[in-house]
């Protein structure tokens, strides 16, 4: 069972940075694909990635709507994976969720990860 942690959300004002962090216990984290999802006030959890890495640093998936402006990185070594977060408005105000998955490929959907973390708010600020 792989149990996960985020970190990092807060009051951010429009144009701001945030880089949010999760990490990973349980399981073998270098064998995971791990990914950021969100849900926005009032909506459901959003069923498309916003972020993805692969196993190694190198593979790496980005919605349209966040590409250029967020940036996922992992760190094996700490069984950490980031989320760095620039030129924030107010339509990402959400709460964000880490997600894995054990295997050698990318995913983007929701359903396909099996582990998720509590998630932690960020809202930003008009």
């Known amino acids: 069972q792989v149990h996960l942690i985020e970190s990092g959300g807060g009051l951010v004002q429009t144009g701001g940075s945030l880089r949010l962090s999760c990490v990973a216990s349980?399981?073998?984290?270098?064998?995971?694909?791990m990914a950021w999802f969100r849900q926005a006030p009032g909506g459901e959890r959003e069923s498309q990635a916003l972020?993805?890495?692969?196993?190694?640093?190198?593979?790496?998936y980005y919605d349209p709507t966040v590409k250029g402006r967020f940036s996922i990185s992992r760190d094996n070594a700490k069984n950490t994976v980031y989320l760095e977060m620039n030129a924030l408005g107010p339509e990402d105000t959400a709460v964000y969720y880490c997600?894995?998955?054990?295997?050698?490929?990318?995913?983007?959907?929701?359903?396909?990860?099996?582990?998720w973390g509590q998630g932690t708010q960020v809202t930003v600020s008009s």
């Open positions: 997600a894995a998955r054990y295997s050698r490929t990318i995913a983007v959907t929701r359903e396909m990860y099996p582990y």
């Open positions: 972020a993805v890495v692969g196993r190694s640093d190198g593979n790496t």
């Open positions: 349980g399981g073998t984290f270098s064998n995971l694909v």
